[in-house]
């Protein structure tokens, strides 16, 4: 049986870290405060906001919270990222998406200024970390390299698959993997012999957005399986991920369950952004 990987305990772990750090910079004279902007009233993206502002009252983060009708334009919403971007007091700013249909997407992740991309979409932040300086991390794939970090996990060397290939986790996944000296490869729905990659890795990581679509027959006997996917499973209130847990566990050496593995830690990862973005602003 695999050992299972305690997203919440080390995301609790990371949160008090990240506490500790800006009570730090409180104590120099410098608050931590993250911007939060909702357009319309999709209840996932409502409940994923209240736990963003949950953290930062955890964290000792301000927030600063926008919650604006489905109604409002692009232009409306580009003006306000313009007065937050020249806002000093004002060190993250993070827009929940999706946004409604009418707003081009790319338009406003590309309106908000690098210095205070704590989402790490922007291509600037893309760019510096394909090149390796300091930039703003995706906060689920540099989550996911915290859990393995803190379960042990050696990458150095390790052969690294991941099954999914988006901008938000795939790539960015791969590129700090890379960072950690890992052999990765990028599975996607055009790969072939996806069986036989995913059984070679000593650490699969899969972010595809199907249910159950791995499963024990994919894994390696001792392999650490992270599983990335969060789906509610039909007509009940369960969650599953995209690993068929029962029989993956069953092969894994360590595995995430879901819920509870890389679920919490996406919002450690952006407490930790918004404190990097202080810093980085005062020069520190
Ligand atoms: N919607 C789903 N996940 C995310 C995320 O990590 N950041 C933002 N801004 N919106 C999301």
């Known amino acids: 049986m695999a050992e299972l990987i305690d997203g919440k305990r080390i995301s609790t772990e990371l949160k008090d870290e990240v506490k500790a750090k800006v009570a730090a910079l409180k104590e120099k004279g410098i608050e931590v405060t993250l911007a939060v902007i909702l357009v319309g009233n999709d209840p996932a993206s409502t409940v994923y906001v209240g736990n963003k502002k949950k953290a930062c009252e955890y964290t000792g983060i301000n927030s600063k919270s926008f919650e604006l ?56 932040s893309v760019g510096r970390l394909s090149i390796g300086v300091r ?75 199907q249910p159950k679509f791995i499963d024990g027959s994919f894994v390696k006997e001792g392999a650490t399986v992270i599983d990335v996917g969060i789906h509610r499973i039909e007509g009940t209130k369960k969650l599953c991920g995209d690993v068929e847990f029962e029989s993956a566990e069953k092969v894994a050496g360590k595995i995430t369950p879901v819920p509870g593995g890389v679920g919490p830690m996406t919002i450690a990862g952006l407490m930790n952004n918004c404190y990097e973005a202080a810093c980085m602003q005062k020069g520190l």
């Open 69 to 124: 009708p489905e109604e409002t334009t692009e232009e409306e919403l580009l003006k306000l990222i313009d007065e937050l971007n020249n806002d000093d007091s004002v060190n993250g700013i993070l827009v929940q998406l999706p946004l409604p249909k009418h707003i081009d997407e790319d338009k406003v992740i590309r309106r908000i200024s690098p210095d205070k991309d704590v989402d790490g979409f922007h291509p600037e």
């Open 135 to 209: 930039g703003f991390v995706s906060c689920t794939p540099a989550g996911v390299i915290e859990l393995l970090k803190r379960s042990n996990v050696e990458m150095d060397g390790a052969n690294a698959v991941i099954v999914g290939r988006s901008n938000i986790v795939g790539k960015p996944m791969g590129m700090l993997l890379l960072r950690e000296n890992a052999t990765v490869t990028i599975c996607h729905s055009h790969t072939k012999n996806l069986k036989e990659i995913c059984k070679a890795a000593d650490i699969l990581i899969i972010a595809i957005g």
